[in-house]
């Protein structure tokens, strides 16, 4: 298929959900029963529309590789959600929070997916109000709001820092009410290894049972892929140890197209990197920029004498400070978007002027303590300064924060249409795992967002479009020679993988990529870097598979195996990464072409380039990817360049 | 100042819940205080396949103090020497060059050895299945300011939903008691409007499967509110007791 339909309806923005609502097709009750979907994954997107395709009344079967569907990664999000409910009376609006993330994301986002995602905001924040999330109210009773990086309204829903917390327990126990009732049948502790295709059509999935190692079959009418992002390439990240790539990429292996790959986004408030023992990266909420002020010394030798433990933060006098955010953005400020922030600190540190290893700034809060007092300071950030001080074991309330930008969420995904269905029929993917909604820069406060609608309001809507043709189709048998297949192509590969008996364990092979990724396709790329990158990965890609080791069994609880199994996929997630950035000579969010940028060193994008999104299909093993271009048609609103300072 | 520090660890290793198990001790030089536990177990791993051993099996997975997976009963303690952390935000700089550290699964009847320090602990959620939610369809859902509720409730609201179901207070029970797990989502509903209306059967639901789970009950000695890694206070035990009484009363 070269083709690409992205099925988006005729007519004005504001109409065109309604308008396709009002024209889908519907199945009856009694013929839900008949449908069986597979969701995999358990997020805030997989585990609100297992729930939600329950209580309609299909029969779904959903997977997640943790012990419980509470541990998602959607978990660890904390500083909140939009939505455009305007209860602040501070001029919000579904356009202005369309127009908002539209422009957050760099223009390389769809209107209509967007403005679709603004439009749906409010229903979230009533269905998480009643299914009892706890979010933070007003002395009043009325639901609190803050505001969040790149918005100048207060339309941030949040409960302290655990927003995510608090959102995925509601549609967790959403779907535990359906377990409950038996329209869910769960699986933990169950990873999806491959997709299974009759005619043309994804009817089923191989797990690995994650306790037992053994590989089990299963049938439906429909997959969605609900399976989050792929920024544990960069081994460090902010992603959970055991989110990967590997559902998305089995289905791209399988014709699926891969949108926007190179797109992943820095976040600016990281605990910095402590040193080469280091696992992952823990991120600060983005919350904190509020009242927080970021700084590092005006003078390069303070900035020496910091790093060399001869002087402390607090020894430097007020004028001898460059809060930069402020000075460079003052319409924004300490609340300019994730990547402005970002590359901000990256440029400090750069030119010498970085603290703590050198590649970190400050997040101060002695002038918000000063003039709230610490008790507001502590009700509004407590858990983090909590967590702050056992990584780090500085106190934040008495000195500053040091931060540094990290990988943590990635924009790219699988290709999807209007109707979130990827390039192959009956294959749907949602929330982090597909690419749709937020271009270049996922603004604070929106991937939640995303997550519940599509699990919550899109999804349940749209598949019914596609199954209402698949009542007639009976269950599909396991034992069909499509899924036989299938399963023999992964045990060959598991055993491929334990008959190597290398050198190199699986984490010390990932972080040789990570350093890759991060040096080469992080926040700044170049040309050659990227060029080079490629020749790398091809390196490492031929190490991996014939110097890994993994110990124990194939058919039995290995740990080993489950990460060598990821990194075969990362490895590969890296590479068409580094291709699609090659492509994009351009900068656009937290995506920098170092060629590529203003005399100001703003990021400089080619609109009459590259709006498009980039939709690779995989063509085979070590065949380069085709790359076809879905067009970003603006229709509604003027792209501009993005403009902080005013 | 974080230094490195040389240490022994001493590991329950048990092949599944139908095998023995026993302690196995291991060195480990050169551990950054500066790392995390799981970090220190990761560096041991490590060496372990190098030297041709399985590694030690574990839970884990944001590293970030809020999923709920990592566990380990380290030095008597459930997540540690600390107090209002997971074992993910315990750092080595809580130990001494030489100590020996002992690390343990959970020590309960109703969380099972799956493999080493890895427990079955999908109890918790057959409890929530049974009740633990409010029932409302997807959809359906009317303004969220139609249902006002004080700054105060709904941040007692937030204290009791902040549990994060890892199971410290099973494992920290003389008794293997889920009240506290229990009582903590009862507590968040009890609190806010929404779902009152199925209260009772909430709090009865959920009690009577905690009870045919195998766990014990509340003898108040406080264990649990000690080494719950969110603070998660025993009030909320008061609080579903008083809510079942309650229930039990209408009947």
Not at chain 1, 66 to 85: F, T, V, W, Y
Not at chain 1, 325 to 334: I, K, Q
Not at chain 1, 407 to 413: E, N, V
Not at chain 1, 517 to 526: A, I, K, L, N, S
Request: with cysteine.
């Amino acid at each position: 298929m070269s083709q690409l339909d992205a099925k988006i309806p005729q007519g004005p923005l504001e109409s065109k959900w309604s308008k396709y609502k009002a024209n889908q097709k519907l199945v009856n009750p009694a013929n839900k029963r008949r449908l069986d979907v597979i969701v995999v994954g358990t997020g805030l997107a997989g585990s609100s529309a297992a729930a939600s395709l329950a209580e309609m009344g299909f029969h779904v079967y959903n997977f997640c590789i943790q012990d419980s569907p509470r541990r998602a990664h959607s978990i660890a999000a904390q500083g909140g959600i939009n939505a455009a409910k305007n209860y602040q009376n501070d001029g919000d609006s579904v356009y202005r929070l369309f127009y908002d993330t539209i422009k957050g994301g760099d223009y390389r986002a769809r209107e209509a997916n967007v403005y679709r995602l603004a439009e749906v905001s409010n229903s979230i924040i009533d269905q998480c109000v009643a299914q009892g999330v706890p979010f933070a109210r007003e002395y009043g009773g009325t639901l609190a709001n803050r505001s969040f990086g790149g918005a100048q309204v207060s339309r941030t829903f949040y409960s302290r820092g655990i927003t995510g917390q608090q959102l995925l327990l509601g549609a967790y126990s959403a779907l535990s009410r359906q377990v409950g009732l038996g329209k869910v049948e769960l699986f933990t502790r169950h990873e999806m290894v491959e997709l299974v295709m009759i005619d043309g059509r994804a009817r089923g999935i191989i797990v690995r049972d994650l306790v037992s190692g053994k590989l089990k079959r299963f049938s439906a009418h429909a997959v969605v892929i609900a399976s989050g992002g792929y920024g544990n390439t960069f081994f460090l990240s902010s992603n959970a140890m055991e989110c990967n790539g590997s559902a998305a990429w089995q289905c791209y292996k399988k014709g699926a197209y891969f949108g926007n790959p190179c797109m992943a986004q820095i976040h600016p408030t990281c605990i910095p990197q402590h040193g080469d023992q280091q696992s992952k990266l823990t991120l600060m909420s983005e919350s904190l920029r509020n009242d927080g002020r970021i700084w590092v010394p005006k003078k390069i030798e303070d900035a020496e004498a910091i790093r060399a433990g001869k002087l402390r933060p607090t020894q430097i006098k007020e004028e001898d400070r460059d809060y930069y955010l402020e000075r460079r953005y003052p319409a924004f400020g300490n609340l300019v978007p994730r990547d402005v922030a970002s590359r901000a600190a990256k440029e400090r540190c750069d030119a010498g002027y970085g603290v703590g290893t050198g590649q970190a700034v400050y997040l101060d809060f002695a002038e918000p303590i000063q003039r709230l007092g610490k008790d507001v300071v502590t009700e509004r950030y407590g858990n983090l300064f909590q967590m702050y001080e056992k990584i780090t074991a500085d106190n934040p309330y008495e000195t500053p924060m040091m931060i540094f930008p990290a990988i943590h969420y990635t924009m790219g995904g699988l290709w999807v249409d209007y109707e979130l269905m990827t390039t192959i029929p009956g294959l749907f993917a949602i929330g982090e795992a597909n690419f749709s909604d937020h271009g270049a820069n996922r603004l604070g406060a929106s991937a939640l967002m995303q997550g519940l609608a599509d699990g919550y309001f899109i999804l349940p809507y749209t598949i019914q479009n596609y199954l209402s043709d698949q009542i007639q189709v009976p269950r599909f048998s396991t034992d069909l020679p499509e899924f036989a297949a299938a399963e023999k192509e992964v045990m060959d590969k598991i055993n491929k993988l334990m008959n190597i008996k290398g050198k190199q364990t699986v984490d010390e092979i990932h972080k040789k990529l990570g350093q890759i990724m991060w040096e080469y396709v992080g926040m700044g790329r170049d040309e050659a870097g990227l060029k080079k990158a490629i020749e790398l990965l091809a390196d490492i890609k031929k190490e991996f598979w014939t110097d890994v080791r993994i110990p124990g069994q194939a058919i039995d609880l290995n740990i080993e195996l489950e990460k060598a199994l990821r990194l075969a996929d990362f490895i590969e997630i890296g590479e068409l990464m580094a291709h699609d950035a090659l492509d994009r000579a351009e900068s656009c969010g937290g995506h920098f072409r170092l060629e590529h940028q203003t005399p100001e060193g703003e990021a400089l994008r080619h609109d009459d380039l590259f709006a498009y999104v980039s939709c690779w299909a995989y063509q085979g093993e070590n065949k380069a990817p085709v790359m076809y271009k879905e067009p970003l048609d603006y229709e509604f609103i003027e792209r501009t360049q993005r403009n902080y300072k005013s | 100042m974080d230094k490195n520090i040389n240490i022994k660890v001493r590991v329950w290793r048990q092949r599944s819940a139908k095998d023995k198990g026993r302690f196995v001790t291991y060195d480990l030089a050169n551990i950054s205080q500066g790392s995390s536990f799981l970090e220190m177990l990761d560096i041991l791993n490590n060496q372990l396949i190098h030297e041709g051993e399985e590694p030690i099996v574990f839970d884990h997975d944001c590293r970030e103090g809020i999923c709920g997976m990592c566990s380990l009963y380290i030095d008597g303690h459930p997540h540690g020497p600390d107090n209002l952390i997971t074992t993910c935000q315990l750092h080595m700089r809580k130990f001494n060059d030489g100590d020996t550290i002992t690390i343990e699964p959970w020590r309960s009847a109703g969380f099972p050895v799956i493999r080493d320090l890895m427990v079955d602990r999908t109890s918790f959620d057959k409890i929530q299945q049974a009740g633990g939610f409010v029932s409302v369809n997807t959809g359906s859902a009317i303004d969220g300011n139609a249902i006002p509720i004080s700054h105060d409730t709904a941040e007692l609201a937030i204290d009791a939903a902040s549990c994060i179901g890892c199971g410290a207070c099973v494992a920290a029970c003389k008794n293997g008691s889920a009240m506290l797990f229990v009582s903590a989502k009862v507590s968040q509903f009890a609190l806010l409007p929404q779902g009152r209306t199925e209260a009772a059967r909430r709090v009865k639901r959920m009690v009577a499967k905690m009870d045919e789970l195998g766990f014990g009950n509340c003898t108040n000695t406080r264990a649990c509110e000690v080494e719950c890694p969110k603070g998660v206070s025993i009030s909320n035990i008061a609080r579903m007791n008083r809510e079942f009484i309650k229930a039990k009363n209408k009947d």
